[in-house]
C-alpha cells in the first residue's frame, strides 16, 4: 500500500447525506475480479446520462452536466467533500477502489458508514471526520472559489484551509500508523502466528466442536 | 467477574492478542465466500506466494450474480459467469468446500450459514458482505468485511479490529398478529435513523424479540446494518438450541452437549451495562413501508407520505425533497394509493421458509393484480425450495400469479437479469430502497412478505392487517 502522509488537493464538493456504496459504484461493475480500472464509473448514474454497462469506452459517453465531478473547476479533485453517512450500504470494497482510481485520497465528511471507513484506511486512502459546522464552513468556502485546495496533514492530523484554519480530526493510532507506513496488515498479522496457533490450541480443547469438519 | 455484555463475553474469548494501540487481533472461526468480494481476495493471496490458514473454517457460495431462470444452460452473461467460475476454480485448488450452483444447498451466503449449521452460537463469523450482520441472531459475533480483510482472514484465520460500543435494544410486550420482524427492524431504523447505531453493536431484548422464531430474529439482526450497526445480536436461548440441532455442521454426541452447555452462558449478564438502551413498546409496531431512497425513510403502512416542508434539518429536507421526486410521489399521499408495477419475495431479509409460509397464507386462493407485471418468488436457498415446494406453496404462488424461481440474490441488488425498468415501483421484502439499487432508475418500497403479498393481490399497499 502507498504511504499517505501530506496531501494538498482541489477539493470536489458532493452535496447529498447518505451517500450509499450502491451510487458510489453501481452494481454492474461489481463483476469485474479486478481490484483496479473502476474510475471511469465511480458515480456512474449520476455521471453520465445513458446506462453504463462494464467494458464501454467512458470517455464517448454523454456526461451529466449538473454533475458535479463534470464541472471543469473540480477536474483533478483529489479531496472529496461529503455529508453525513457517506459509503453507508454495502461492504464492497469496490466502493473505495473507485474512489482512489479515479484519484481521490482524502475523503471529508461529518460521519461515514463503518465498513466503507475501515475499507477506504486499508487502501491507503484517509477518510476525515470534521464536526458538521466545520464541514459546511468548508462547503461554502469550496462554493466561494473555484479551484479551492485543502491541506491534509496526517502525523498532525490536521485541515488546513487556505487561510491557514486548522481543523483537528481524530484517527486511531493503529490505521493513522498503517497509512503513514503502507503496512502490509497480512504480512504484520504473520508475525504473529505463534500467538494464532497457541490460541487455536486453547480453543480447540475448551471448544473442540469448533475444529470439526461436517464429515469429520 | 464484572457483569458483561454478551457482545463483550463473545469479544473477550476471541481475543489473540491486544495490541498497544488499543486494537485486537480477534480470532475468526467461520469464513463465509462469495463470488463478488473474493476473487481480489484469492489473487492477492496467490500474488504475496500466501496461502490459507485453516482451510476448515472456510465454506463458499455463489449468489449474487446466479441467474433464477433455466439453470441448466449455465450463466448468459459473460462477465457474471467468469466470476462465479473464478470462485470455482479458487475453491478447487484451495480446497475450500463451495456449494456450487447445481448442489440443493447453493443459496444466499446469509441463508444456507445457518441453514447448515455452519453459523454457530459462540463463533466468531466473517463474509466479505454486510449482511453478514444476519448470523448474530444465533448469538455468533458476526459482521461483513472488505476484500482487504477477506484476504487477511483467509491467510491468518484473524483481523485486526476495535470493540464497539454496545447498545440494548428492548422491544417489550407483544406484537400484534400481522406484524413482523420485518417491521420491527424497519420501525427501529425509522426511529433512530441509517446512522443511528453507527459505531455500536445491537443487542436485541425483551419479550417481543424472546418470542421470535429463530428466522425472524435473523431478520431482524440482517437489518441491523442498515441502522449503521456492525452487528446484530440475539441471546442464545432454547429457540436457538432447538434450531441448531441435527444441522449437517453443528456438533454430534458428547460434543453436542458440551457446545449446548457452553451455548446456554451466551447472554448478556442481567445487571450488565450498555452504551445506550433503547426501549421500544411491541404494541406500538405497525406494519411499515418504505417511502424513499433510503430505509430510514419509512412510515406506517396506513399512513400518508411524509412532507419535506415540515423537516426542519436542511439537509435532511432536501434528501426527502430528492428522494420524493426520485420515487416520483407526492407529500401527503396515502401509502395505500401506491401501486407497484412488481413484487419480488426474497433476499437474505425474507426468504427463508417462515417467510414464504407468511406471503402464501395471504396469497392462497387469490390472483395477482392485473397492475403487476411481475411477482417472483425467489427462495433463499435449495433447501428452502425443496421445503417450500413439499409443503405445496410453489403451487400456491403459481397459481396466484406468482414466479417460483431458483435460489440466489436475484433482484435485491439486479447483478442477475431480475430487475426493474426505469421508472418501474416494486414492492420488495429485500434491505435496501437505494436508487438504482433494484435496476438503474427503479422505485424500491421495502415491506414484509405478508405485506409485499397483500400489495401483490390487491394492487396497491395495504395493511395486512385490514385485509
Ligand atoms: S440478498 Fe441482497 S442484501 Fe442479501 S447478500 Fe444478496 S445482495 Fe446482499
Known amino acids: ?216 | 467477574m464484572a457483569a458483561a455484555t454478551l457482545y463483550d463475553k463473545l469479544w473477550d474469548i476471541h481475543v489473540v492478542r491486544d495490541n498497544a494501540d488499543g486494537t485486537s487481533l480477534l480470532y475468526i472461526d467461520r469464513h463465509l465466500l462469495h463470488e463478488v468480494t473474493s476473487p481480489q481476495a484469492f489473487e492477492g493471496m496467490r500474488l504475496a506466494g500466501r496461502k490459507p490458514w485453516r482451510t476448515a473454517a472456510n465454506l463458499a457460495v455463489a449468489d449474487h450474480n446466479v441467474p433464477t431462470l433455466n439453470r441448466a444452460q449455465g450463466i448468459a452473461d459473460p462477465v457474471s459467469r467468469l466470476q462465479v467460475e473464478t470462485l470455482d476454480r479458487n475453491c478447487a485448488q484451495y480446497k475450500i468446500v463451495e456449494f456450487r450452483l447445481a448442489d440443493a444447498r447453493q443459496g444466499i451466503v446469509h441463508v444456507i450459514g445457518p441453514e447448515q449449521g455452519a453459523t454457530q452460537p459462540g463463533m466468531t463469523v466473517v463474509c466479505g458482505d454486510s449482511h453478514t450482520s444476519t448470523h448474530g441472531a444465533l448469538g455468533a459475533l458476526a459482521f461483513g468485511i472488505g476484500t482487504s480483510e477477506v484476504e487477511h482472514v483467509l491467510i491468518t484465520q484473524t483481523l485486526i479490529q476495535s470493540r464497539s460500543k454496545r447498545m440494548l435494544v428492548r422491544v417489550n410486550g407483544q406484537v400484534e398478529a400481522g406484524v413482523s420482524a420485518k417491521d420491527i427492524a424497519l420501525a427501529l431504523i425509522g426511529r433512530i435513523g441509517t446512522a443511528g447505531a453507527t459505531g455500536y453493536a445491537i443487542e436485541f431484548g425483551g419479550a417481543a424479540v424472546r418470542a421470535l422464531s429463530m428466522e425472524a430474529r435473523m431478520t431482524l439482526c440482517n437489518m441491523s446494518i442498515e441502522a449503521g450497526a456492525r452487528c446484530g445480536l440475539v441471546a442464545v436461548d432454547e429457540t436457538t438450541i432447538d434450531y441448531m440441532r441435527g444441522r449437517p455442521f453443528a456438533p454430534r454426541g458428547a460434543l453436542w452437549d458440551r457446545a449446548v452447555a457452553y451455548w446456554r452462558t451466551l447472554a448478556s449478564d442481567p445487571d450488565a451495562v450498555f452504551d445506550r438502551v433503547l426501549e421500544l413498546d411491541g404494541a406500538d409496531i405497525v406494519p411499515q413501508i418504505t417511502w424513499g431512497t433510503s430505509p430510514e425513510m419509512v412510515a406506517a403502512g396506513d399512513a400518508g407520505v411524509p412532507d419535506p416542508a415540515t423537516e426542519p434539518d436542511r439537509t435532511r429536507r432536501a434528501g426527502m425533497e430528492r428522494a420524493l421526486a426520485y420515487m416520483g410521489l407526492e407529500p401527503g399521499l396515502p401509502m395505500t394509493s401506491i401501486r407497484p408495477d412488481k413484487v419480488f419475495i426474497g433476499s437474505c431479509t425474507n426468504s427463508r421458509i417462515e417467510d414464504l409460509r407468511a406471503a402464501a397464507a395471504v396469497v392462497q386462493g387469490q390472483r395477482v393484480a392485473d397492475n403487476i407485471k411481475l411477482a417472483l418468488v425467489v427462495p433463499g436457498s435449495g433447501l428452502v425450495k425443496r421445503q417450500a415446494e413439499s409443503e405445496g406453496l410453489d403451487r400456491i404462488f403459481q397459481a396466484a400469479g406468482f414466479e417460483w424461481r431458483e435460489p440466489g440474490c436475484s433482484m435485491c441488488l439486479a447483478m442477475n437479469a431480475d430487475r426493474l425498468q426505469p421508472g418501474e415501483r416494486c414492492a420488495a421484502t429485500s434491505n435496501r430502497n437505494f436508487e438504482g439499487r433494484q435496476g438503474q432508475g427503479g422505485r424500491t418500497h421495502l415491506l414484509s412478505p405478508a405485506m409485499a403479498a397483500a400489495a401483490a393481490i390487491r394492487g396497491h399497499f395495504v395493511d395486512v392487517r385490514k385485509l
Open chain 1, 1 to 216: 500500500m502507498q504511504p499517505l502522509i501530506r496531501i494538498k488537493g482541489i477539493v470536489a464538493p458532493m452535496d447529498r447525506a447518505n451517500v450509499d456504496t450502491d451510487a458510489i459504484i453501481p452494481k454492474q461493475f461489481l463483476k469485474s475480479i479486478k481490484r483496479t480500472g473502476f474510475g471511469p464509473n465511480l458515480f456512474d448514474e449520476w455521471r453520465y446520462l445513458d446506462h453504463g454497462e462494464p467494458g464501454q469506452d467512458c470517455a464517448r459517453r454523454p456526461k451529466n452536466p449538473d454533475f458535479v465531478l463534470n464541472e471543469p473547476r473540480y477536474q483533478d479533485a483529489s479531496i472529496l467533500l461529503a455529508r453525513r453517512n457517506f459509503g453507508c450500504g454495502s461492504s464492497r470494497e469496490h466502493a473505495p477502489w473507485a474512489l482512489k482510481d479515479y484519484g481521490f485520497r482524502v475523503l471529508i465528511a461529518p460521519s461515514f458508514a463503518e465498513i466503507f471507513y475501515n475499507n477506504c484506511a486499508k487502501n491507503g486512502m484517509l477518510p476525515v471526520v470534521l464536526d458538521e459546522e466545520s464541514v459546511e464552513q468548508l462547503f461554502r468556502e469550496v462554493a466561494a472559489s473555484a479551484g479551492y485546495m485543502l491541506e491534509v496533514d496526517l502525523p498532525s492530523q490536521s485541515v488546513i484551509t487556505p487561510s491557514a484554519q486548522r481543523f483537528g480530526f481524530e484517527i486511531d493510532a493503529f490505521r493513522k500508523q498503517a497509512l503513514l507506513d503502507g503496512l502490509d496488515e497480512i504480512g504484520l498479522t504473520l508475525q504473529y502466528a505463534d500467538e494464532i496457533r497457541a490460541y487455536e490450541e486453547r480453543r480447540r480443547r475448551d471448544a473442540p466442536w469448533l475444529y470439526q469438519s461436517p464429515d469429520a
